[in-house]
């Protein structure tokens, strides 16, 4: 298991944003950032330039993971990519299991990339097929079709040591029996890592709009639950188990990045719109790219935001984050982090209710909410969580 805490002998976590899509395509919400072509060398200078900013405050840590997220990735340029990578490994010492993802949509113009970008250095490919079935494609507005996007996966795992892929579910109409054999069909593609995320109304969303006028109709609160129990056990059947709340993998290939995250270590954010937690420091980025592009020629670094976090909100973010993680979290290092006690941390009455209905579990400074309990999680956090942000 990797270090929990937050010192210089925790692994670091890098996350390089790519904002652009080089078309208009329903991947991506910021239309703004579409280019019909983008100063390659500009920006891999200016990246490059970011990440000096970052490693430069960041000194003698061991780097444990790289993720370039973002518009699309995948269509960044595998010189850029690999320029990242070697300035990272002269930056920092590599994890010698350094895991390097990058997310993909599941098109075959990605697809066709994959293995120079794999040349590149990157060993995990995460991609986003969304549903394997063509009607669920194009209620969620994707580009590829079922076709294209299991060709996409062969071609990733192929080109790529470690592949993961995600799916939504609950959506309308979906029954048990369909995404049983939705889900049985994921599983035999072998990858070892899958993210299934329930579908989710936002307010001032096109799928809100619909909701409310009642051309669709989402799986209610019963028949979510039931989904979302059956694919836990599912996947724990299979061998891949939720080591997160809807996060599934087999032993060992869990995604260390975001484990990062969840953990609440370090984790340094270069490009447009880059978010980082550094040191007790929050970081953004400036999000719109242009701007990103002239604060990095003026002031060396791209950075819009940087401020201390109060340790009652470092608290209740570690807290929030780590109970969504079937480990759980470790009550004595967070209270520490919010220079507080376990009791000012944590409703510990609140907790030995929970405890008693079979929801959560502390096992000395351990807490974790228990499989029963991960099915409620939104309700468990608000009543366990006692410290606020200051």
């Given at each position: 298991?990797?270090r929990?805490?937050t010192?210089?002998?925790?692994p670091?976590?890098?996350?390089v944003?790519?904002?652009?899509?080089?078309?208009?395509c329903?991947?991506?919400?910021?239309?703004?950032h579409?280019?019909?072509?983008?100063?390659?060398?500009?920006?891999?200078?200016a990246l490059l330039?970011?990440l000096a900013?970052?490693?430069?405050l960041?000194?003698?840590r061991t780097l444990?993971?790289?993720f370039?997220?973002?518009?699309t990735?995948s269509?960044m340029?595998?010189?850029?990519?690999a320029?990242?990578i070697d300035a990272?490994?002269?930056?920092w010492?590599?994890?010698?299991?350094?895991?390097i993802?990058?997310?993909?949509?599941p098109?075959?113009?990605?697809?066709?990339?994959?293995t120079d970008?794999?040349?590149?250095?990157?060993?995990?490919?995460?991609?986003?097929?969304?549903?394997?079935?063509?009607?669920a494609?194009?209620?969620?507005?994707r580009?590829?079709?079922?076709?294209?996007g299991?060709?996409?996966?062969?071609t990733?795992q192929?080109?790529?040591a470690?592949?993961s892929?995600?799916l939504?579910?609950?959506r309308?109409?979906?029954?048990?029996?369909?995404?049983?054999?939705?889900?049985?069909r994921a599983?035999g593609?072998?990858?070892?890592?899958?993210?299934l995320?329930?579908?989710?109304?936002e307010?001032?969303?096109?799928f809100?709009t619909?909701?409310?006028?009642g051309?669709i109709?989402i799986p209610?609160?019963d028949?979510?639950?039931d989904?979302f129990e059956?694919t836990?056990?599912?996947?724990a059947?299979?061998?891949?188990?939720?080591?997160e709340?809807?996060?599934?993998?087999r032993?060992?290939?869990?995604?260390r990045?975001?484990l990062?995250?969840?953990?609440y270590?370090?984790?340094a954010?270069i490009?447009?719109g880059?978010h980082?937690?550094?040191g007790g420091?929050?970081t953004v980025?400036?999000?719109?790219p242009e701007?990103?592009?002239?604060?990095v020629?003026?002031n060396?670094?791209g950075m819009?935001l940087?401020?201390?976090?109060?340790?009652?909100?470092?608290?209740?973010?570690a807290?929030?984050?780590?109970l969504r993680?079937r480990?759980?979290?470790d009550?004595?290092?967070i209270?520490?982090?919010?220079?507080?006690?376990?009791?000012?941390?944590?409703?510990l009455p609140a907790?030995?209710k929970l405890?008693a209905?079979?929801?959560a579990r502390?096992?000395?400074?351990?807490l974790?909410?228990?499989?029963a309990?991960?099915?409620?999680?939104d309700?468990?956090l608000?009543?366990?969580?006692?410290i606020?942000?200051e």
């Amino acid at each position: 298991m990797l270090r929990t805490d937050t010192s210089t002998d925790a692994p670091l976590a890098l996350y390089v944003h790519w904002p652009f899509c080089v078309s208009k395509c329903p991947y991506c919400d910021f239309n703004s950032h579409v280019r019909e072509s983008v100063d390659q060398e500009a920006w891999r200078a200016a990246l490059l330039t970011d990440l000096a900013h970052e490693a430069a405050l960041l000194p003698g840590r061991t780097l444990g993971s790289i993720f370039f997220g973002g518009g699309t990735p995948s269509l960044m340029p595998p010189a850029t990519t690999a320029a990242i990578i070697d300035a990272a490994s002269r930056a920092w010492r590599f994890a010698d299991d350094i895991e390097i993802t990058l997310e993909a949509n599941p098109s075959s113009v990605e697809a066709a990339r994959f293995t120079d970008i794999a040349a590149a250095g990157v060993n995990r490919v995460s991609l986003g097929l969304q549903a394997l079935d063509d009607q669920a494609l194009g209620f969620l507005g994707r580009a590829h079709d079922v076709g294209e996007g299991l060709a996409a996966l062969a071609t990733a795992q192929a080109a790529f040591a470690r592949v993961s892929f995600d799916l939504i579910y609950a959506r309308p109409g979906q029954t048990l029996a369909a995404w049983e054999a939705e889900l049985a069909r994921a599983i035999g593609f072998g990858t070892e890592h899958l993210s299934l995320y329930q579908l989710t109304i936002e307010p001032g969303t096109r799928f809100a709009t619909e909701a409310a006028a009642g051309r669709i109709v989402i799986p209610d609160g019963d028949s979510a639950a039931d989904l979302f129990e059956m694919t836990r056990a599912i996947t724990a059947a299979a061998g891949l188990p939720a080591y997160e709340i809807s996060n599934h993998a087999r032993a060992g290939s869990e995604s260390r990045h975001n484990l990062v995250y969840w953990r609440y270590q370090d984790y340094a954010g270069i490009g447009p719109g880059a978010h980082g937690r550094r040191g007790g420091l929050a970081t953004v980025r400036r999000k719109k790219p242009e701007n990103w592009l002239a604060a990095v020629a003026r002031n060396q670094h791209g950075m819009e935001l940087e401020e201390p976090l109060a340790p009652a909100t470092r608290a209740t973010e570690a807290l929030l984050m780590g109970l969504r993680l079937r480990e759980g979290v470790d009550l004595a290092r967070i209270a520490q982090l919010g220079a507080t006690t376990i009791p000012q941390l944590i409703d510990l009455p609140a907790l030995e209710k929970l405890a008693a209905q079979g929801l959560a579990r502390r096992d000395g400074d351990r807490l974790l909410v228990t499989e029963a309990g991960m099915l409620l999680l939104d309700a468990i956090l608000p009543i366990v969580v006692k410290i606020d942000s200051e």
